[in-house]
């Protein structure tokens, strides 16, 4: 279960930084601010997981959960909230804590 997890760390760190990279879909799309910081946000992210390996299921959700909380309000700002619930659009897919 920890290497799932670890491995799900891995990915969507991953996927944020190739998004990045894409001038035609999200790397096109964002200010060069937000870009930044998202960047930022995605290398620390994935700096903090090579050098915590060993990590326990807790700290590896803490961490996703700050990189959320950075991305997050950027891709609201980004594509707006659905009128009718008050919630983003989906930009990913959704998983629950234990498939973190």
Known sequence: MLI????????????LK?????KEK????LSS???????????EQIKWLESNAG????ELKEHKKQLEEIVTPIMIKLYGQDSSTGAP????PKHDDESL
């Not at 999200?26 to 799309?29: A, E, I, N, Q, S």
């Open 26 to 29: 999200l790397g096109g799309k």
């Open 55 to 58: 990590a326990d299921v807790d």
């Open 4 to 15: 799932v997890n670890f491995c799900y760390g891995y990915r969507y760190a991953y996927s």
């Open 18 to 22: 190739t998004q990045l990279g894409d």
């Open 33 to 43: 601010d937000d870009k930044q910081t998202i960047e930022s946000a995605v290398e």
């Open 89 to 92: 659009p989906p930009s990913s």
